[in-house]
């Protein structure tokens, strides 16, 4: 029986941790090479004043075309109309504000080609490790030919000794040695890798082996390695624009538009307004206002008034996303991917490996039924001895410290291995049936048995339930002997980095094949939201289709194949990178390192991306203000507002000239901010809301008063 | 003197095939650059904005202005255009 409950929330308020905190301190070897990668920005950064790449951002589009006609002016003042003032002086006004909008658009570019080299010197470092080389091929008579790794097969086996490069990804079938994994997970640790296991048998092509020899089972063809698939991804990330980036770019177009209107209707009234004033108050007033809307100066005031900020860092906070989750050594498939981190509403996760620590370990064995606990050890040994498991290791370890032995020498024997139907494993030895498993599996095989269930191994597995551990029961034939206490740790922080999620309103849900007094108490102990006890694997994808079905996203980790559907199903699958082909297909994120508590770390990049877009947002909104009172008010001062002029800019070429520079500066300046993203805290979104509106909006009116007030003073303009 | 017309005629064929093949390529050419022909379809319509810029400002403005305002003019609506086609189909860019 499936059970769902609810455990009472924390209220702990712990440091919390956060991306760039413990695990940013963990030992990376650097995996891409950012050497040169300014240089290769600035050449990028003039690539892409090339119209046809200009045009896909429509806002610096606009930059790029008022720098053209400003440079137009520049060479003829009169183009557009006489100028009324000295050429010399226009010329050199119109010559300096297209040389700030030039710089304007090349900075929004350099942004974008900054953003943009990381994610390539990724695929470069990645293709850096897919190298030929000469592979030590096992024929079948035994003897060894060198052969090139371009020309081994899938089902080939290679010896690899230390020193080597592992040539294709396969599956160690013999020996025990160290692999240096770095070039790809970017983990300086050696990891040990050994035949009979998932995880710790599979090798990856490209990584190097350390000490001693293994002989690898090749498991893929040549261009359809890991490495390979990897270069895929990355290079096949394509930017296609994320639901939040094509709702901005209609809002910045809709801004540009209206700004478009305004600007260009303004000779019309200027023209009305100047007539007015020249029957008024003479000709030279009417003069002085005609001059103050030349066609350079109406350019200046669009883009002041435009949002080139944000427009131009849009692309550049996308693209920084995506590094970001690269930089947790997660390959994503799409922005789409990283964007719906931030978004997603409920989290479900796995209790073993993602809330507890991946090895149970087994720590006593209780007796039943009244026999003494040698018999059980020896019991447990022979019900484990074909178990390559960490949990199984553990049980012979533990039987062989109780002085338990099994003698294995002329007898039959047969290992029986663990399946998700059965929910048990063991071992047939000389005619005699041992199993170990789930207390139910092992009651119904007794019984089939036509033995009969003890009243005390009830006992003991409540015992063992209450104390968070997973009792296994384990018999022999028909009659059942004792309980395997396995002990289960609940890693450590995780119950802070739940606290952050409930806060942000993120929901958590453990999933376990637990029964249902060990999920609550493990529940518990980690802070969770809810459980789902005795779930098989299937039972994740009618838990993700009914959270989606009250309108929610949800985000899960998976790895094997039976996860495929649910990580196909679930808005953000984050499949393991020693999981299976399928899985790793199904989903839209692969994780390097293979650590499934890292969907929590990306749930915090996603909404840390979606902070950082708000508040950039918000600030070039807010920036407007201030260019509004510098440059309205001194280029129509002659119709009466010059005492708007708040900030008492010296003059309308000044006031101009200040502004752009303002525009144009605080892009290479925000570019940093935007690379790293805001730094994340994890309040609900009301509290963002306030937050992003008091330093990005209140920040934005006031910096920009300041900066332009200084850039004024400090030009000899006049 | 039969095969000295024949020649001619074949001489003619060849130069119409040549002809027709670059117009061809011009054709093609100028319908994967669509910056070219914008710019020339711009000039054309200017002949009929820039008159009526010249014809409304009196002599405020020389022809040559009056030419740049209208290309000027004409400009700013393509661009408004631009925006909108940005606003209604965001995605492609």
Redesign the interface.
């Known amino acids: 029986m499936k059970t769902r409950n609810g455990s009472a929330p924390s209220t702990s308020s712990r440091p919390i941790r956060v991306p760039s905190g413990r695990r940013g301190d963990r030992k990376h070897t650097p995996k891409a090479q950012h050497q040169g990668l300014y240089q290769r920005a600035i050449r990028e950064s003039f690539v892409k004043l090339n119209p046809r790449v200009a045009v896909r951002n429509p806002v610096m589009f606009v930059v790029w075309l008022g720098t053209l006609i400003t440079l137009l002016v520049t060479i003829d003042p009169n183009l557009f109309g006489t100028v009324q003032a000295d050429i010399g002086q226009q010329r050199l006004l119109n010559g300096i504000i297209t040389c700030i909008l030039f710089f304007t658009v090349l900075f929004a570019n350099f942004a974008e080609a900054v953003a943009e080299g990381r994610g390539k010197a990724q695929a470069d470092a990645l293709r850096s490790t897919r190298s030929d080389m000469i592979a030590r091929k096992l024929l079948p008579d035994g003897k060894i030919q060198e052969v090139n790794s371009t020309e081994l097969r899938r089902g080939d086996q290679v010896k690899v000794i230390a020193g080597d490069m592992i040539p294709a990804d396969g599956e160690v079938i013999q020996g025990i040695g160290s692999v240096d994994e770095s070039a790809i997970t970017g983990e300086s640790a050696p990891v040990l890798k050994q035949p009979g296991t998932d995880i710790a048998s599979s090798v990856t092509g490209g990584t190097r082996l350390l000490s001693d020899e293994l002989i690898v089972r090749i498991t893929s063809d040549p261009g359809q390695g890991f490495i390979d698939r990897m270069i895929a991804l990355v290079e096949g990330a394509e930017r296609t624009k994320t639901p939040n980036e094509i709702a901005l770019t209609v809002l910045l177009a809709v801004l540009t538009q209206v700004f478009l209107i305004v600007v260009a209707t303004t000779p019309s009234l200027s023209g009305y307004i100047a007539g007015f004033l020249g029957n008024m108050a003479g000709a030279a007033a009417g003069d002085r206002l005609r001059t103050g809307t030349s066609i350079a100066i109406l350019i200046s005031l669009l883009v002041a008034l435009i949002p080139t900020t944000i427009g131009g860092l849009l692309s550049a906070i996308g693209i920084a996303g995506m590094d970001r989750v690269a930089q947790f050594n997660v390959i994503a498939t799409s922005g789409r991917a990283v964007e719906a981190c931030g978004d997603v509403n409920t989290l479900v996760l796995d209790k073993t490996g993602t809330i507890t620590l991946g090895n149970r370990l087994a720590d006593e064995f209780i007796p039943v039924n009244g026999h003494s606990i040698q018999k059980v050890a020896d019991v447990c040994l022979a019900a484990s001895v074909f178990d390559e498991t960490p949990e199984g290791r553990s049980i012979v370890q533990l039987a062989q410290k109780l002085g338990a032995s099994v003698d294995l020498e002329g007898k039959s024997t047969e290992g029986i291995e663990f399946s998700a139907r059965t929910r048990m494993s063991g071992t047939d030895l000389d005619g005699k049936e041992y199993r170990k498993g789930a207390v139910d599996a092992i009651k119904g095989f007794v019984r089939s048995r036509g033995g009969q269930v003890p009243v005390t191994l009830d006992e003991a597995y409540e015992h063992v339930s209450r104390l968070g551990g997973t009792p296994l029961a384990v018999c022999q034939g028909h009659e059942i002997y004792g309980v395997i206490y396995l002990k289960d740790i609940v890693k450590p922080g995780l119950r802070e980095r739940f606290d952050q999620l409930r806060r942000m309103g993120v929901k958590t849900i453990m999933l376990t094949g637990d029964n249902r007094i060990t999920a609550s108490v493990i529940a518990k102990e980690a802070g969770v939201d809810d459980f789902i006890a005795e779930a098989t694997p299937e039972d994740k994808i009618d838990v993700i289709r009914s959270e989606q079905a009250q309108g929610k996203l949800v985000a899960m980790t998976g790895d094997g194949t039976n996860d495929a559907p649910a990580l196909a199903q679930a808005n953000v699958g984050l499949a393991m990178n020693s999981g299976t082909q399928a899985a790793k297909e199904a989903a839209n994120m692969v994780d390097l390192d293979s650590d499934p508590t890292k969907l929590i770390d990306l749930v915090t990049i996603g909404k840390q991306l979606l902070i950082t877009r708000g508040a950039l947002t918000t600030f070039s909104v807010a920036n407007d203000i201030a260019k509004y009172f510098a440059i309205i008010p001194t280029i129509f001062a002659a119709a009466g507002i010059g005492a708007l002029n708040i900030m008492g800019l010296k003059s309308a070429q000044s006031a101009i000239v200040s502004a752009l520079i303002y525009n144009a500066l605080i892009i290479p300046v925000l570019i940093p901010l935007a690379l790293r993203g805001v730094q994340f805290r994890p309040l609900t979104a009301d509290q963002l809301l306030q937050r992003n509106i008091l330093i990005y909006g209140l920040g934005g009116i006031i910096a920009p008063f300041i900066a332009i007030k200084v850039i004024d003073s400090i030009l000899p303009l006049s | 003197m039969k095969l000295n017309s024949l020649k001619s005629s074949l001489l003619l064929l060849q130069t119409v095939s040549q002809s027709l093949e670059a117009i061809l390529v011009f054709g093609s050419e100028w319908r994967r650059q669509k910056?070219p022909l914008y710019l020339f379809l711009a000039l054309c319509l200017n002949l009929f904005v820039a008159p009526i810029v010249y014809a409304a400002s009196g002599n405020?403005?020389?022809r040559?202005?009056a030419w740049?305002?209208g290309l000027?003019g004409l400009?700013?609506l393509a661009?408004?255009i631009?925006?909108?086609f940005?606003?209604f189909v965001?995605?492609k860019?």
């Open positions: 910056l405020e403005f020389s040559t202005q740049a305002l000027l400009g700013t661009l408004s631009y925006l909108f940005v606003m965001p995605e860019f």
